[in-house]
């Protein structure tokens, strides 16, 4: 039974990495709400989808996926730079936008992938139990393989300026670091992220579906809330944002594949997701102090040398 | 020899233009500072000093008149893209860092101000030990805290931060507008002290803000007192050096202004 919980949990939640470090991208670093990326992840899979039918190469197909997600991002960007709509209003426009398209690219609501070509074909052959394994194995090479590219992007110069844009405008704006050029950044990211994340999933479920995206920027928002609860302040920021997204995005899974294993009907598997949601953000709230008294408790007693002014200052502001 | 970096030409500022409120915030300023000047600005509250910041900076622009750096006029240039030639450093200690990151990545920030922001990693080895013999000379011990976040400074440390990320890359014009107002007397008695020793070694045009009538004696070359939008007073070298701080506060309220409680409680004090 539990074996089997965390099998799903990676089978399912690996895909939906991408898609958590999309929203943390906007959502944390940016402290914006990007509901674009619902539709890019629904384009993302159909895209990658219909060239994964037409006999595309798979690696080809997610490229091609992710790049549809970066357009959708910008698309969302000329709305709220030319337009000057917020992002939260651009996003929602473009998604409903994007459901005609990715109609339109599907032909059909639901597209299957029985018998294609994809990343999992040289795994798919295996019996059961092992089929997951070998497939969970494929998805965390991956996923660890671009939260690796992202934390190394965040210590690059064009990083850094993006993790400082959010928090302190006018700041990032005095260094010379233009807004047009974050909010680009950032939006076409975590939509080419989304995306990518589409392709994953449809190609793990073997179908793509117009409606596949809806609900995800909830569960990749939860994700993230879910993610920084787990994780004190102190250490690299980098080092903090990979695993809040790698956690994040599992936990919020783990929390969806049980309550689903214990009897749950599926239809109900929304609310479960709301309602994680709004605990992760209570959370957040009266849990988060506790648990960084308790941290700086911690780390106390690993370096006793120069680290009790730090406890006291970190007291202080928790 | 006169090297002007700065200069503002007729410069008017109106806010909510052709509304009820509307607010003529500068009223025609004219002003040329020259490579090396350190100007003081005094003048009440709403008297149009950080106004004039904001001008200077880009995060305001004109209503009429130009702005022209180091000859060439950016008059529509924005604060981002003026920052290769302009330093701010903040009233509030907050605006000047990012509290999420480590005062090693805000050092690493303001190492790139005003330049292309490339894919190489910020802190490289020869930028860390660079960065590091900076903040030592602080003498605040923050050399061995690199890796902390800069929330977890106090207001004097972070301010003192800003003023280091200010000068690591040498500006033309460094604008602080009301920078110690936030500090208590000891810890801005300090950081008056490093503004000094900075404007000394960056040989920029310096604007300085202050409410403070003995710093903006003490400091710099120049004094201008505003009010109400205009440049009442423009005072130098010699002049200068023989004002007192009765009469700064007498060229103040000569036109009819107040000079606010803090000024006069630093007069009291200084005159102890
Ligand atoms: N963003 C703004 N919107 C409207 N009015 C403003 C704004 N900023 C400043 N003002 C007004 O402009 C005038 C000059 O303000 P300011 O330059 O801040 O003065 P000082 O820094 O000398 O105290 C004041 O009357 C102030 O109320
Ligand atoms: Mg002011």
Not at chain 1, 183 to 208: D, E
Not at chain 2, 220 to 231: E, P
Request: charged share 15%; glycine share 10%; hydrophobic share 50%.
């Amino acid at each position: 039974m539990l074996i089997n919980i965390l099998v799903d949990t990676l089978v399912t939640g690996l895909p939906l990495v991408p898609v958590v470090l999309g929203v943390f991208i906007v959502l944390q670093i940016r402290q914006d709400f990007d509901l674009t990326v619902e539709g890019s992840y629904a384009f993302g899979g159909g895209v990658a989808g219909i060239l994964i039918v037409a006999g595309v190469n798979p690696v080809v197909a997610m490229i091609a996926a992710a790049a549809a997600g970066f357009a959708a991002g910008m698309a969302t960007t000329a709305l709220t730079l030319f337009l000057r709509l917020p992002v939260l209003l651009a996003g929602l426009v473009m998604n409903m936008a994007l459901f005609s398209i990715t109609l339109r690219v599907l032909g059909l609501p639901t597209l299957s992938l029985a018998g294609m070509q994809t990343i999992f074909s040289a795994v798919a052959p295996a019996p059961g139990r092992a089929a997951d394994l070998a497939t969970s194995a494929v998805l965390g090479g991956i996923v660890v393989l671009m939260l690796a590219a992202f934390a190394v992007f965040l210590k690059t110069e064009v990083g850094l300026a993006l993790r400082a844009s959010g928090v302190n405008e006018r700041m990032v704006r005095s260094q010379g670091v233009s807004d047009r050029g974050m909010l680009i950044l950032s939006l076409g990211m975590s939509n080419a992220l989304s995306a990518f994340g589409g392709a994953l999933t449809i190609q793990m479920q073997g179908y793509a579906d117009v409606n596949m995206g809806s609900g995800v920027f909830v569960l990749g928002a939860g994700s993230v809330l879910l993610g920084m609860l787990f994780l004190n302040p102190g250490g690299s920021q980098v080092v903090r944002i990979v695993l809040a997204v790698l956690l994040g995005g599992l936990v919020y899974r783990l929390i969806l594949v049980a309550a689903l294993r214990f009897g749950l009907p599926a239809g109900d598997l929304k609310a479960v997701t709301a309602l994680t949601l709004i605990i992760a953000v209570a959370a957040q709230g009266y849990l988060a102090p506790a648990v960084q008294r308790y941290t700086v408790r911690l780390r106390e007693r690993r370096t006793p040398a120069n680290s009790s002014a730090r406890a006291r200052i970190g007291a202080s502001h928790g | 020899m006169a090297d002007p970096m700065l200069e503002l030409r007729d410069v008017r500022l109106v806010y909510h233009r052709g509304r009820v409120d509307e607010v003529q915030a500068l009223r025609g300023i004219d002003l040329v500072v020259d490579k090396g000047e350190f100007v003081t600005v005094v003048g009440s509250n709403g008297a149009g000093k950080s106004s004039m910041v904001q001008i200077i900076s880009g995060a305001a622009k004109p209503t009429t008149g130009k702005v022209v750096l180091e000859r060439r006029d950016v008059t529509g240039w924005p604060d981002y893209k003026r920052a290769g030639f302009v330093a701010r450093v903040f009233d509030d200690p907050r605006v000047g860092s990012a509290p999420e990151l480590s005062i090693e990545d805000n050092l690493a920030l303001a190492l790139a101000r005003g330049k292309r922001r490339t894919l190489g990693f910020a802190l490289r080895g020869h930028r860390r030990a660079l960065l590091r013999e900076r903040v030592a000379r602080l003498g605040l011990g923050l050399e061995d805290r690199m890796h902390d976040r800069v929330g977890l400074l106090s207001a004097g440390q972070r301010q003192s931060l800003t003023m280091i990320m200010a000068g690591l890359v040498a500006p033309d014009v460094l604008l602080l507008d009301e920078h110690l107002a936030a500090l208590d007397p000891a810890t801005a008695q300090r950081v008056l002290g490093l503004t000094a020793e900075l404007v000394a070694e960056m040989d920029c045009a310096t604007v300085m803000v202050t409410h403070n009538m003995d710093h903006a004696l003490r400091m710099g070359n120049r004094l201008l007192v505003m009010s109400r939008g205009r440049i009442i007073h423009d005072v130098s070298d010699d002049a200068k050096s023989a004002l007192t701080v009765s009469a700064v506060v007498d060229l103040i309220t000569g036109v009819g202004d107040v000079v606010s409680d803090r000024s006069l409680l630093t007069e009291l004090e200084n005159a102890e």
